[in-house]
């Protein structure tokens, strides 16, 4: 399969930052060639289709760095509620309720979406049950996925039987999964280790998964540093902070990708940049819960890497990196000035930062030759768009434009959408079962 | 013409917020009846239109209290910068380089995706000249408009020529307008005065028109305590805050409608409470420009009525309802807890509390029997709304819905969008005439 994108206008997001007027080769998986406009070379004569980009903006597919495709299904069940209670009275019931089939339609549906919001790789986090269920749904899809199960190995009266796991079952059980996934579907499809948080966790499941992590260079996904509440409890538990308890046991490091980060203090900082370790930003989800409004500006000073994620549907109430890269850049202005983050920033933050906090920057993540095509296609022709201007380009992006811009998403080099039309999977048949499934987990809710 | 809309789940926010299963039966502008489902009440035999609203939403039109339709085509031109400069550099110039054809297709552009967002009624801030052309732009869109030329009287070096306007020409112009087009199109037109701010505007302009406005019950709008550096310029030239200098003019009253309302202090928060002056809450624009969060909880919380408005396109840079609703719920919760503004406050703002402030609300703002037919239909069958639960309607509308759910639109009994297409104006025609004129006004502004 070969695959030419004609007459695009291509943010590349490469070191450079170019921005570049021309085609795209596509041959397989990869980016072949990139042939800026006006330049004579030859072109080959047979490709399987061409794709006219005239007035169209083509971007390296977005990258979301912290979902729950098991929580797609609790969309809009717990509203106006705080954290804790919203995991306790609400998460953790439904995640419990949760079957083979109903997991599946819940990753579905949040698979169909992100791919129609222009996200081509999550890292996902699982609940304890039927992580094969994800795994399978994000095959299906089309969508490029980090996925775990998730590792909770401490006990409590709040956490419903179902979800209570032993230190040795969690890591059997998600090393079992490793062997069965990692690398699968030509590399598109690999494994992610996803302790949930600190208070979820021993020390002796923590320390058991980071030496089988770092040397066979496994991405660890977790949260940290959400909320004040859980900022207290880990203290009292552990006597250190959120980073610095992960810098004692030695898991902090280029694999570790922690969401939120909202209540650290200077030294979590400083370790955070000293370890290399990887941000998500997740302002949506933040907002919403209460949490707080992460200082992402200073993060970008210090060069530490900071990627973006919608987090689950019950707390967003969306999966559109449109939305959390537009609120990247919006909610840091009334506290710093309008200069406190650049458009650009934000857009790196949702495509390269991403690749570099996966550990595949040298594959994904912006357009050059040789990358993996990972690419999606944006029309400019809606009103909400009008004008689109180019001096402006990065910023055009992020504040105007939204998921209906979303025209063509290629992952691996193949066409999972092309003109809204989800190619992979049947997205009709999909709203319909995950309405069946949802209701049965209301049930068990309220 | 009447008009069935069958089996849908209607949100009134009549006095009661009813949520009601039921049909809705328009006869020409009005809403007839209301025919709740297992009612055998028998429905009149002829209708010159079925529509079946199954798994759809139906809801009172949004009304935005404040938008700047003449600024549309400046979309994505002013980025990143404090609002003194975005006004001065970017704005302004822009506005003074507009023709009567420019504004034209830039009130049109912004009708268009208005319309497409669910919003049928605006409270419109136009500029010094061409005010006509906004007029004729809405009447044919088939939106809802209260429309004002901007009022600027006060001389400065910062304003372009073209902007500057004599008090007897200011107030002139703007009665004649009035004469023309006030209470056109069976009302839906109607004048609405347009003072820009303190600082643009002289006593005598203010004065001229306050006896005017409240003799023939005609809205004033205007902005108030955007920005820091705005307060201290007005204390400075004015000897008291915003909101003083307003009431001690006599211009607050129910007849007043304020855009941001941002730094108030105790004393404004008390006098727009005794005077029953509305405030416009427009979130995106105040964090785009680094303005501030306005305390909206706190003016709720003391019955002050708040309408919101996506402001002008160049400091959004969308003109979407579902975007503002968001918001609005979102940037408080992180200060004032995930409590600080329910679902339903947020959609009475959108609704209810914005006909309050057009002094329109035994027209418009709920769906009654009686009322003016101006009414939006939700599609929930779409991947980011499902499950669409219904127990928390409120939020399943203001956090997963976003401007793709609008399927059709009806404003005084007419269909003016429907299936996502626009019935009374060209929305490709609209963008490429106004592609054209944007990169004309960005010559003069570049």
Same mark, same amino acid.
């Given at each position: 399969?070969?695959?030419?994108?004609?007459?695009?206008?291509?943010?590349?997001?490469?070191?450079?930052?170019?921005?570049?007027?021309?085609?795209?080769?596509?041959?397989?998986?990869?980016?072949?060639?990139?042939?800026?406009?006006?330049?004579?070379?030859?072109l080959p004569i047979h490709y399987t289709k061409i794709i006219d980009a005239?007035?169209?903006?083509? &971007?390296?597919?977005?990258?979301?760095?912290?979902? /729950?495709?098991?929580?797609? #299904?609790?969309?809009?069940?717990?509203?106006?509620?705080?954290?804790?209670?919203?995991?306790?009275?609400?998460?953790?019931?439904?995640?419990?309720?949760?079957?083979?089939?109903?997991?599946?339609?819940?990753? #579905?549906?949040?698979?169909?979406?992100?791919? $129609?919001?222009?996200?081509?790789?999550?890292?996902?986090?699982?609940?304890? /049950?039927?992580?094969?269920?994800?795994?399978?749904?994000?095959?299906?899809?089309?969508?490029?996925?980090?996925?775990?199960?998730?590792?909770?190995?401490?006990?409590?009266?709040?956490?419903?039987?179902?979800?209570?796991?032993?230190?040795?079952?969690?890591?059997?059980?998600?090393?079992?999964?490793?062997? $069965?996934?990692?690398?699968?579907?030509?590399?598109?499809?690999?494994?992610?280790?996803?302790?949930?948080?600190?208070?979820?966790?021993?020390?002796?499941?923590?320390?058991?998964?980071?030496?089988?992590?770092?040397?066979?260079? &496994?991405?660890?996904?977790?949260?940290?540093?959400?909320?004040?509440?859980?900022?207290? #409890?880990?203290?009292?538990?552990?006597?250190?902070?959120?980073?610095?308890?992960?810098?004692?046991?030695?898991?902090?490091?280029?694999?570790?990708?922690?969401?939120?980060?909202?209540?650290?203090?200077?030294?979590?900082?400083?370790?955070?940049?000293?370890? $290399?370790?990887?941000?998500?930003?997740?302002?949506?989800?933040? &907002?919403?819960?209460?949490?707080?409004?992460?200082?992402?500006?200073?993060?970008?000073?210090?060069?530490?890497?900071?990627?973006?994620?919608?987090?689950?549907?019950?707390?967003?109430?969306?999966?559109?990196?449109?939305?959390?890269?537009?609120?990247?850049?919006?909610?840091?202005?009334?506290?710093?000035?309008?200069?406190?983050?650049?458009?650009?920033?934000?857009?790196?933050?949702?495509?390269?930062?991403?690749? $570099?906090? #996966?550990?595949?920057?040298?594959?994904?993540?912006?357009?050059?030759?040789?990358?993996?095509?990972?690419?999606?296609?944006?029309?400019?022709?809606?009103?909400?768009?009008?004008?689109?201007?180019?001096?402006?380009?990065?910023?055009?992006?992020?504040?105007?434009?939204?998921?209906?811009?979303?025209?063509?998403?290629?992952?691996?080099?193949?066409?999972?959408?092309?003109?809204?039309?989800?190619?992979?999977?049947?997205?009709?048949?999909?709203?319909?079962?995950?309405?069946?499934?949802?209701?049965?987990?209301?049930?068990?809710?309220?």
């Amino acid at each position: 399969m070969s695959l030419l994108i004609r007459n695009a206008t291509i943010v590349t997001m490469n070191p450079n930052r170019d921005v570049i007027k021309g085609d795209i080769l596509i041959e397989g998986q990869y980016i072949k060639k990139i042939i800026r406009r006006g330049n004579k070379r030859l072109l080959p004569i047979h490709y399987t289709k061409i794709i006219d980009a005239t007035d169209k903006i083509v &971007l390296p597919g977005f990258i979301q760095t912290h979902t /729950h495709l098991c929580q797609t #299904l609790f969309r809009n069940i717990a509203e106006d509620v705080k954290l804790l209670d919203w995991l306790q009275k609400y998460i953790w019931p439904s995640e419990a309720s949760h079957s083979r089939d109903s997991i599946y339609y819940s990753a #579905l549906l949040g698979c169909a979406e992100l791919i $129609k919001g222009g996200t081509t790789t999550i890292l996902d986090m699982g609940t304890v /049950h039927y992580t094969d269920s994800i795994f399978e749904a994000v095959r299906e899809s089309g969508l490029r996925g980090f996925i775990g199960k998730v590792m909770m190995d401490k006990k409590s009266k709040n956490i419903p039987d179902e979800l209570q796991d032993t230190t040795a079952n969690s890591i059997a059980e998600s090393i079992k999964l490793y062997e $069965k996934w990692h690398n699968k579907e030509d590399g598109r499809i690999k494994y992610a280790f996803a302790p949930r948080f600190v208070l979820s966790c021993s020390e002796a499941l923590l320390k058991g998964i980071r030496d089988f992590a770092i040397e066979n260079d &496994l991405i660890i996904h977790s949260h940290s540093s959400e909320n004040r509440s859980e900022l207290a #409890l880990v203290m009292k538990k552990t006597g250190c902070r959120n980073l610095e308890y992960f810098d004692k046991l030695g898991l902090t490091g280029k694999n570790l990708v922690l969401a939120h980060c909202i209540w650290l203090d200077k030294n979590e900082i400083e370790i955070l940049k000293r370890t $290399k370790t990887n941000v998500t930003h997740c302002p949506s989800s933040n &907002l919403k819960l209460g949490s707080g409004i992460a200082n992402i500006p200073e993060m970008l000073r210090q060069k530490i890497n900071v990627g973006l994620g919608a987090d689950g549907a019950p707390c967003n109430n969306n999966l559109s990196m449109f939305m959390e890269m537009r609120l990247s850049g919006l909610i840091q202005k009334p506290f710093y000035g309008p200069q406190a983050i650049s458009s650009q920033q934000v857009l790196e933050m949702a495509t390269i930062n991403g690749a $570099k906090a #996966l550990g595949v920057s040298d594959e994904l993540g912006c357009i050059e030759e040789g990358k993996t095509a990972d690419i999606i296609i944006l029309d400019t022709n809606q009103a909400q768009t009008t004008p689109f201007v180019m001096n402006n380009i990065y910023s055009s992006i992020i504040y105007s434009m939204n998921s209906e811009n979303v025209e063509t998403v290629i992952i691996d080099g193949k066409i999972v959408m092309e003109d809204g039309e989800l190619k992979m999977i049947n997205e009709k048949e999909i709203i319909k079962k995950s309405k069946k499934y949802a209701s049965k987990i209301w049930k068990n809710v309220w």
